[in-house]
Nanobody, 118 residues
Framework: QMQLVQSGGGLVEAGGSLKLSCKAN???????????AGWYRQAPGKQRELVAS???????DYIDSVKGRFTISRDNGKRTWSLQMNDLKPDDTGVYYC?????????WGQGTQVTVAS
C-alpha cells in the first residue's frame, strides 16, 4: 500500500518554473520501484488529463503541449516522483495530481494547485 503526499505548486508568472513532488509514504523499496506513475492536471471546467508518465523502468511520456518544458523523474531512494515544470504558460493552470500504479491498484495524491499568471 502507498499513501501519496504531494508538495510544491503555487502561483508563478508566465515563463517561470515550479517543481511538484509526490512522496510515497509507507511504501517499501520494491513496491515503489515496481510502480509506474503519472502526473495529471485538471483545469477549471475541464476533464482531468494525463500530462506526463514514467514507467517502473524509467520510460517517460508527455503530452505534446508540455514536451520540452516538463520533466518527470523518480528517486527510488527517496520514494519520490517529481515533475519539473519550466517555461510555464497560463494554459498550464490547474490542479495537479500524482497517481501511482502498483500491482494493478491505483493510488492518488491529494492534488496541488498550480496557477500561472499571464
Amino acid at each position: 500500500q502507498m499513501q501519496l503526499v504531494q508538495s510544491g505548486g503555487g502561483l508563478v508568472e508566465a515563463g517561470g518554473s515550479l517543481k511538484l513532488s509526490c512522496k510515497a509514504n509507507r511504501a517499501i523499496l520494491s513496491t515503489f520501484s515496481g510502480s509506474s506513475a503519472g502526473w495529471y492536471r485538471q483545469a477549471p471546467g475541464k476533464q482531468r488529463e494525463l500530462v506526463a508518465s514514467i514507467s517502473e523502468f524509467g520510460r517517460t511520456d508527455y503530452i505534446d503541449s508540455v514536451k520540452g518544458r516538463f520533466t518527470i523523474s523518480r528517486d527510488n531512494g527517496k520514494r519520490t516522483w517529481s515533475l519539473q515544470m519550466n517555461d510555464l504558460k497560463p494554459d498550464d493552470t490547474g490542479v495537479y495530481y500524482c497517481k501511482a500504479t502498483w500491482n494493478r491498484s491505483d493510488f492518488w495524491g491529494q492534488g496541488t494547485q498550480v496557477t500561472v499568471a499571464s
